[in-house]
């Protein structure tokens, strides 16, 4: 079978070496360009080529191109997506050919094309060219008259005077920190204030950029295509304030955007965002991109070992912190309190932090005290909800629609999974990879890594485990260990945490799962698309799945209402109405009781 593929291939090659040298010069001839699923298949792309040949166009089939030529990852180093390597390079050879124009199919809500189409367009480098999605839909007349004006527009354009313009590439990244810049994260929830207090405690100049607004959205929309996945068109706007920000010299600053290896788009953040300062003269800005292949480690500026300590401590301080608010908020007498004691409580994390995490848990343990003297409601505990969904999403408050917000008016008690669990799945995957490229080193790093962690949190937890209701706590290999009815533990991304999470909180008693998810993302739809299986295999547990592109929907509420009277009757029925150790011994020593409203 080998044998005959490879012979298949050589035949193409020649096919298409002897095409492209006897391209006819009375036919417009167009690259076809795109995933061979789309291109090659007459059902899905609704017959392209024969309506091309029909129209007198000789379409050209991006496999005789010679695509292994161009070398493309030289330029697109990250590109992980082979189908994006080809498309790239079959761009660059369109763009240059005197003869071809070009074609770019894709789909309605591709991810990989939200990226690849900015990249497609700088290679086109001015040259027209055309890109079209295709759907379910199978009306096909749309389509015909897009060729057509496509057609004329290349007669017009051979007329007007061309003029070739710069291609921008995605040029290099730095992995560690200038010492002559201000290093900026862009705010995801309020541990990006933690981390920037741990870098100033190495001497790296950081700060985190407030949190998003619309005007950040608005001033991204500008420049994307709203394709993009929600978090990069957030993250994006907020370096442009910043970078617009009037006396803001571009030299001295530089923002936190971590590169990734894919398969989710998070690992073309950074090289969009490249070539869209470029673009618009920022080109002094730096974006500093750490890799997940070493646990981000270059970051720390060679203080690997010590940076990543002190991260991973202040991470679970923080995630402790919000723990306190969410169990607190939903029943305190009265309004603001929590919210006072939590600010304060951060205030102190942050400078902490920055003196090198001194006395965390004892910190630690007084603000749980603090949060222990707020005078809360007597009552039944309200339905727990699980705020699942995207990481950057769920516990940012623009972003996710300021869901915990909405459903604590509805009634709801919230929990969110802690940001530090991500750092302990980077080194799980960080072991795995490293056991499958039998990197022994690796191997070692990554499980000194594993146990300073767990030793380390624990030390922290030990502090205040009383003061919270750490039943609910989910550990990331239970995560692992669970997600494998519904998803494959080794798919990489939220979708294997997400519904390992889920399975694990509805056995511990969760009353529902809000899951808030970019829209258009792909490992967000996944989950979505299996959660009815889940559901069914846990008592059909309320669910509701938000997608959110920073869009007002006055659905939203009617959505959210609905699903917390579902919450509240699976409550009833599953006598989930009991609160934790920590908050009955907190209620039985207040003070002031009064019934619940």
């Not at 590439?169 to 309020?190: E, G, H, Q």
């Not at 705020?387 to 972003?399: H, I, K, L, S």
């Not at 530090?420 to 995957?429: C, D, K, N």
């Not at 390992?500 to 698309?529: D, H, Q, W």
Request: charged share 25%.
């Amino acid at each position: 079978a080998d044998d005959k593929q490879i012979a298949f291939e050589d035949k193409v090659i020649a096919r298409g070496r002897e095409v492209m040298a006897n391209l006819p010069e009375d036919k417009e001839c167009l690259g076809i360009i795109g995933r061979p699923y789309n291109t090659g298949d007459p059902a899905l792309n609704l017959s392209l080529v024969e309506k091309l040949i029909n129209m007198d166009v000789l379409p050209i089939p991006m496999d005789f191109l010679p695509l292994a030529d161009e070398k493309i990852t030289q330029d697109y180093v990250r590109m992980y997506w082979p189908n994006g390597q080809r498309i790239l390079s079959a761009a660059r050879i369109i763009s240059r050919h005197k003869k071809l124009h070009a074609i770019f199919m894709g789909n309605f809500r591709c991810g990989p094309d939200s990226f690849l189409s900015h990249f497609v367009h700088e290679e086109m480098a001015g040259k027209p060219f055309m890109e079209i999605e295709v759907d379910e839909h199978s009306a096909d007349a749309g389509h015909i008259t897009r060729y057509e004006a496509f057609l004329d527009s290349l007669r017009g354009s051979r007329i007007a005077k061309k003029e070739k313009k710069k291609v921008t590439i995605p040029r290099k990244t730095a992995a560690t920190p200038m010492k002559d810049r201000v290093l900026y994260f862009p705010y995801m929830n309020d541990a990006s204030y933690i981390i920037a207090a741990t870098c100033r405690s190495f001497g790296i100049n950081s700060e985190s950029l407030p949190p998003q607004t619309q005007e950040d959205v608005d001033l991204a929309r500008k420049y994307t295509s709203s394709r993009e996945c929600f978090p990069m068109i957030a993250t994006t706007g907020s370096f442009l304030k910043k970078l617009m920000e009037p006396g803001v010299d571009p030299t001295k600053v530089s923002f936190f955007m971590p590169d990734h290896n894919g398969p989710c788009r998070f690992g073309q953040y950074n090289k969009f965002q490249r070539v869209l300062f470029d673009r618009l003269g920022f080109n002094k800005a730096e974006i500093i991109s750490p890799s997940n292949d070493n646990s981000y480690e270059d970051i720390s500026g060679g203080h690997g070992t010590k940076f990543r300590y002190n991260s991973w401590r202040a991470f679970v301080a923080v995630d402790l912190l919000r723990k306190f608010k969410q169990e607190h908020r939903p029943y305190e007498l009265i309004p603001g309190n929590t919210d006072m004691v939590y600010q304060r409580g951060l205030d102190q994390l942050v400078i902490c932090m920055e003196n090198g995490g001194k006395g965390l848990a004892g910190i630690l343990e007084n603000i749980g005290k603090s949060f222990m003297q707020i005078p809360l409601s007597n009552g039944k505990r309200k339905p727990v909800i699980s705020v699942m969904g995207e990481v950057f999403m769920r516990d940012n408050p623009y972003c996710s629609a300021f869901m915990v917000d909405r459903l604590e008016k509805f009634g709801a008690e919230t929990l969110i999974a802690g940001f530090s669990q991500f750092l302990v799945y980077f080194t799980i995957r960080y072991l795995r990879d490293s056991r499958w490229k039998g990197d022994y080193k690796g191997i070692l790093k990554s499980k000194i890594q594993e146990f300073t962690q767990t030793m380390t949190a624990n030390r922290i937890t030990k502090a205040v485990l009383e003061m919270y209701d750490n039943k609910m706590d989910v550990s990331m290999n239970e995560m692992l260990d669970s997600c494998g009815p519904y998803i494959h533990r080794h798919y990489d991304g939220d979708p294997a945490v997400n519904l390992g999470t889920s399975v694990a909180l509805a056995k511990r008693g969760v009353s529902g799962l809000a899951n808030i998810i970019p829209f258009t993302c792909m490992p967000g739809a996944i989950v979505e698309a299996v959660s009815h299986k889940f559901r069914a295999d846990y008592n059909h547990i309320p669910a509701v799945h938000i997608a959110f592109d920073g869009q007002e929907d006055s659905s939203i509420d009617m959505r959210l209402q609905a699903f917390m009277h579902q919450a509240y009757q699976y409550r009833d029925q599953h006598g989930l109405t009991g609160f934790g150790d920590s908050m009955m011994n907190h209620m039985k020593n207040q003070k002031a009781m009064v019934t619940d409203r």
